[in-house]
């Protein structure tokens, strides 16, 4: 079985730009959750999907936003970029069938804003 | 906001040694969840616990669920060189709506000295 996949798995970007990440979640896994890692703060939790209606969002600005498909493969998307959002870039997927089910992640996408 | 408290941040120890990680909280959690991450790769789950003093162990790892429902703890034993890596904990909050969202703690940085 196919784990969690996040393409690409670096991107460097310049200040202003934007950038689109990609997560495939695992086979028959609904919910797709995004998170920001950074030495100084760790994992933080950006937005959740599921069934393609975001549930819950993270304390980030509205440059970060996402989507979810019909086929539960997510987007992120980061607009006016700054230098501190050089962060890895964390996918990761649940079934979610009831209650509350753990999250399985993928390698994660490190972006570079110069 | 929910914070968790994990310690040690970092571990220095020989290879056969046991290992003792925690993570307390002022807030209560519904699960608790323990990853370990490598270098260049996402957080892969070592263990969940999903009841107030539960005990649970996979291999040489066991981890308990504070009976409190603010703590946890994961001990290593007989540690290996590979167990080298980040162990970070986690604990979901009461759902709302259904959301996965983790709080993660910092993590400990394991190095173990064949």
């Known amino acids: 079985k196919a784990g969690v996949t996040q393409t690409p798995r670096y991107l460097i970007k310049t200040r202003g730009q934007q950038v689109t990440l990609s997560c495939s979640p695992i086979s028959g896994h609904r919910s797709v959750s995004w998170y920001q890692q950074t030495p100084g703060q760790g994992l933080q939790f950006l937005f959740e999907y599921f069934s393609e209606t975001q549930r819950n969002k993270g304390n980030f600005p509205g440059r970060f936003s996402g989507r979810q498909f019909s086929n539960s493969r997510s987007e992120m998307n980061v607009s006016t970029l700054e230098l501190g959002d050089s962060a890895l870039y964390l996918c990761a997927s649940s079934v979610k069938d009831m209650g509350f089910t753990p999250l399985h992640f993928g390698n994660g996408t490190r972006l570079t804003v110069t | 906001g929910q914070q968790l408290n994990q310690s040690p941040q970092s571990m220095f120890i020989q290879e056969g040694e046991d290992v003792s990680m925690n993570c307390t909280s002022s807030?209560?959690?519904?699960?608790w969840l323990w990853y370990k991450q490598e270098p260049g790769e996402g957080p892969v789950l070592l263990i969940a616990?999903?009841?107030?003093?539960e005990l649970t162990s996979n291999g040489r790892l066991t981890a308990q669920f504070g009976i409190t429902r603010k703590d946890s703890f994961l001990n290593i034993s007989a540690s290996i060189p590979s167990d080298v890596g980040i162990y970070f904990c986690?604990?979901?909050?009461?759902?709302?709506?259904?959301?996965?969202?983790?709080?993660f703690g910092k993590g400990t940085k394991l190095t173990v000295n064949p």
């Open positions: 986690a604990g979901q909050l009461k759902a709302q709506g259904g959301s996965e969202k983790l709080v």
């Open positions: 807030s209560i959690f519904n699960t």
């Open positions: 616990l999903y009841k107030a003093g």
